[in-house]
RNA sequence: GUGGGUAUCGCCUAGUGGUCUAGGGCGCCUGGCUGUGGCCCAGGUCAUCGGAGGUUCGAAUCCUCUUACCCACCCCA
């Protein structure tokens, strides 16, 4: 291999997009409700900015940061953190004269040179926010709220939210004169690094994470019982807020942050099952840097979160993340390559339907082969032109149109009429309907525009009415449940195998179909069978009307163990079914799509 | 900067001195079967075993050096 990525930095592969797309819709979607504006500074800034902002004595300034000299003799830093830029573009931009507090999030990858590991890269990504010109304790709530409200959102369940009170310039150094006198008298016990810590941040003492430390730092006086009157009043405030929003905190006396900015409120939000050495978003207060940068005094808090280190976690928790969207419509092709299949894939694409193009040199089992893997495993559905030896069409063929929602399916039985108008080369299959559908959108046979709309899957096999059978072995396998769910779930099936827990099969089932994105519906499934015993609760995911991932899951479901299952929208249920028994969500329950993060626990 | 681990086909891996001109699985390609797609069957493609040197009649297997990556510490998201 020639070449392989620099040290520390990684690719962002086709296979982990969704991951990204998802957390950034989040992100973007709680910022929208909480009023933050995005920003983005640029990659570099003048050094000083992070020397005076992030603090002289910092690892981050020591040892951590990418500095160079550019061609004019500037010194320039690749930013690694967020917060000093805005703060910059704040006072650049003049937006103390906008009203305040100003509230901006912002996507940016930060760089650090340190020995990667895992969930650490010298360039990560961060998603931050920053609320600047505000002092009132609400607003710290506010922000600490947000971010606990961020993480609920993507379903990262199992995270814990510690807070913390660093006192200010005028409290602080007494608390720090008092630590020390502290710890002076037990040096000796101290691991070596903590000897060094001693002079340069007492305040680090207190989260070192060697065994011998640990005993001494938990007797440690505490910080946030030193604190001056005004910044007594302002903890308690942020606690009073917090509770009244009922989010679950927990006071911890030993969260110190590494970034010289910080004041009064700090807090960090991390895995429940981590020693705390994996934060996955952290924040606080820092009143003082706008005024270390330059500007007058202005209050201000934010938070920033690790994107690589939520992708973990994500990934630990088998979070359901929707997959992209891929082609829904493969034109396929017999015979020699017509450019008809370029055509109509064009005036699908021009109506807005996803649709890949067949390439000329392949088989027509190559070809199927790869609808199946480039869309969104069987459900995609094709356009088969059938051609002559000359490369004239003779035929055009609509193939199951799984998954393609109710206009779209009318969209491209219409292209594939204009065709035929066009051209007079369009026929009917001859053994009957032309387009088939699946997951249960549509009544079992109509006509739209002329041409026979069936419904597909294993309902007209089990009537015998089924074109095309199952192959042999997917249907030994489904002798049960499956046949009857309208959907054949091949890919889910080979995916995570018969011993898969559920969580696995609605991971698979989701990324199936891809119409699904947003999580605003809770699918509670209640087990008493053998092999889900208890009750499990998932957020699922509905929209544009496909949820035949769930039809698949409770069937599943039902095969193994007596499931009872209710769906839930907003804040009721709105329909409920035991055992056996196919789920189908209507498109009016879509419709109602509520925020219902707090529901989902299990 | 400190400590530990690993390096065999695109991916996962078998292999602890000759039976390895390196085996298997996945993938990919071709074909058969299936009412032109999932299963199955057959065939094909793909590795001088991270690199360099050494020991030996003989090394993927032992030794030395080196590089890369991983993990933990430090620090941070």
Redesign the pocket.
């Known amino acids: 291999m020639p070449y392989?990525?620099?040290?520390?930095t990684?690719d962002i592969l086709p296979v982990d997009q969704h991951y990204w797309r998802y957390i950034e819709e989040k992100a973007v979607r709680i910022c929208e409700l909480y009023g933050y504006s995005r920003i983005d500074s640029p990659t570099f800034e003048d050094t000083g900015l992070f020397v005076r902002g992030v603090g002289q004595g910092?690892?981050?300034v020591e040892k951590?940061m990418y500095t160079f000299a550019d061609k004019g003799g500037n010194s320039i830093t690749l930013r690694p953190?967020g917060t000093a830029p805005v703060c910059r573009a704040y006072l650049e931009h003049s937006m103390q004269n906008v009203s305040q507090p100003v509230k901006l999030f912002y996507f940016a990858s930060v760089f650090?040179y340190?020995?990667?590991?895992?969930?650490?890269?010298r360039e990560?990504h961060?998603f931050g926010c920053e609320a600047i010109g505000e002092a009132d304790p609400a607003l710290d709530a506010e922000v600490i709220e947000m971010s606990w409200r961020f993480f609920q959102s993507l379903c990262l369940s199992n995270i814990s939210l510690q807070i913390n009170s660093i006192g200010c310039p005028v409290c602080r150094p007494e608390y720090l004169k008092e630590l020390r006198g502290y710890y002076s008298s037990h040096l000796e016990e101290l691991c070596p690094?903590c000897k060094g810590?001693f002079e340069r941040?007492a305040l680090?003492l207190l989260?070192?994470?060697?065994r011998q430390c640990q005993p001494l730092a938990a007797a440690a006086p505490k910080g946030a019982e030193k604190l001056c009157p005004e910044c007594a009043v302002h903890f308690d405030r942020v606690k009073e807020c917090l509770t009244a929003l009922g989010i679950p905190f927990q006071i911890n006396h030993r969260l110190?942050?590494?970034?010289d900015y910080y004041s009064k409120t700090v807090f960090?939000i991390q895995p429940l099952e981590e020693?705390?050495?994996?934060?996955?978003?952290?924040?606080g207060r820092y009143d003082h840097l706008i005024e270390e940068l330059g500007g007058k005094h202005t209050p201000a808090i934010g938070f920033?979160?690790?994107i690589?280190?939520i992708i973990l976690n994500l990934k630990k928790l088998a979070v359901p993340v929707p997959e992209l969207p891929g082609p829904v419509v493969y034109v396929a092709h017999?015979g020699e390559y017509a450019v008809e299949v370029l055509k109509i894939a064009s005036e699908l694409r021009t109506s807005g339907i996803r649709a890949l193009a067949a390439a000329s040199s392949?088989?027509?089992?190559?070809q199927?082969?790869?609808?199946?893997?480039s869309g969104y495993?069987?459900?995609?559905?094709?356009i088969?032109l059938?051609c002559s030896a000359e490369g004239k069409v003779l035929?055009i063929?609509l193939?199951?149109i799984?998954e393609v929602r109710r206009q779209a399916q009318a969209l491209v039985a219409n292209i594939a009429r204009a065709h035929y108008n066009r051209t007079g080369k369009f026929a009917l299959h001859p053994?009957g309907p032309v387009l088939n559908i699946g997951s249960g959108a549509l009544p079992p046979a109509r006509v739209i525009d002329g041409l026979i709309v069936a419904d597909?899957g294993a309902e007209g096999f089990d009537r015998g009415k089924r074109?095309?059978?199952?192959?042999?072995?997917?249907a030994r396998r489904d002798s049960g449940v499956l046949r009857d769910c309208g959907v054949?779930?091949?890919?889910a099936?080979?995916e995570v195998g018969f011993d898969a827990s559920l969580a696995q099969i609605i991971g698979a089932s989701q990324t199936k179909y891809n119409s699904i994105t947003t999580p605003n519906h809770g699918l509670v499934i209640e087990g008493i069978g053998k092999t889900k015993p208890g009750r499990e609760v998932f957020p699922v995911n509905i929209r544009d009307g496909g949820l035949a991932g769930t039809e698949l899951t409770l069937a599943w479901l039902a095969q193994g163990s007596q499931a009872a299952a209710r769906l839930w929208v907003g804040n009721g249920w709105i329909e409920e079914r035991n055992a056996v028994g196919v789920f189908s969500v209507r498109d009016e329950y879509v419709i109602a799509q509520t925020q219902v993060q707090g529901q989902f626990t299990t």
């Open positions: 392989q990525s620099p040290r520390g990684a910092t690892d981050i951590e953190e650090r340190e020995r990667p590991q895992a969930g650490r890269l990560h961060q690094d810590r941040s680090r989260d070192c994470k060697q110190v942050r590494g970034l960090e020693a705390g050495q994996s934060t996955i978003g952290a924040g920033a979160t690790g690589e280190r017999t392949k088989s027509l089992k190559a199927l082969r790869q609808a199946n893997s495993g069987f459900g995609a559905g094709y088969l059938q035929r063929y193939i199951q799984f053994d597909s074109k095309r059978p199952v192959p042999r072995s997917v054949v779930p091949g890919r099936i080979k």
